[in-house]
């Protein structure tokens, strides 16, 4: 896992620490990730940690990306023990708690207003809860990648149809609405107004507005030395 600043840093980036992590969540001055390989959840300050991040829980196997909603850490874990289940904790005194399981594996997760919102690999459905333990998840639409918050909306990818959608975190009917589409979107994230995402194909980073647009606006072309899990903006 690597830092760099948004001025650049001329193909030397700052190492915070190793690990095979699927995305990387900030909160305050802290950077975390969850490490796949070792089944640990890590934490490292803005800046560097002598590339030994905190290591906030363990025996998370098979741990895959974290979202942090400003007050809890998530993440979700995929074994044969567990057959999938979704975890949260406070990041300053990590107890793991599961707030949902035998979910399969999670491809991406987010939490908004209280409401967790994940994608199902198994029904290529995504979900939202927001009562814990959950046991009785509302379906929000077909699709399962890329799922992303803000706004009260949720945000994701409907790969078979290449599009972007977005829904209401408590509903939408199953319905959800078109923001964009592209040859291959991926890993849609906001920055409270646009929605960005790259396209895998075209090597293009889109952007649209989270009202909708249609035919996405091109950020930056031939973008192919963007290569990475996930696009973030700030």
């Known amino acids: ?5 948004k001025t650049g840093c001329k193909g030397s980036p700052r190492r915070l620490g190793t690990g095979y992590t699927f995305a990387i969540s900030r909160l305050g001055q802290k950077v975390y990730f969850a490490d796949y390989s070792s089944g ?19 025996s998370q196997r098979d741990a895959r990306g ?10 979700s874990v995929d074994d044969a023990i567990t057959h999938g289940e979704i975890r949260r904790c406070l990041p300053d005194a990590c107890t793991p708690t599961t707030l949902v399981a035998k979910t399969g594996t999670v491809f991406d997760l987010a939490a908004e207003q209280g409401t967790l919102i994940w994608g199902s690999r198994a029904t290529r459905t995504v979900y939202a809860c927001s009562t814990f333990p959950c046991t009785s998840p509302r379906t929000l639409g077909p699709g399962a990648t890329g799922v992303t918050s803000a706004s009260g909306k949720a945000f994701w990818v409907n790969g078979s149809s290449k599009i972007v959608v ?5 509903g939408c009917g199953n319905n959800p609405s078109t923001l964009g589409l592209s040859h291959s979107p991926n890993n ?7 929605i960005y995402w790259r396209d895998d194909l075209s090597f293009d980073i889109f952007r649209c507005p989270m009202s909708g647009c249609g035919v996405p606006a091109a950020t930056h072309g031939a973008a192919e030395d963007v290569d990475a899990e996930a696009v973030s903006y700030t």
């Open 40 to 58: 640990r959840i890590l934490a490292c300050a803005v800046g560097g940690c002598a590339q030994q991040p905190e290591v906030l829980a363990s």
């Open 166 to 170: 977005s829904c209401a975190i408590g």
């Open 1 to 5: 896992v690597y830092e760099c600043p």
């Open 66 to 75: 974290t979202w942090t909603d400003g007050t809890y850490l998530y993440w």
């Open 188 to 194: 849609p994230m906001s920055d409270g107004t646009s």
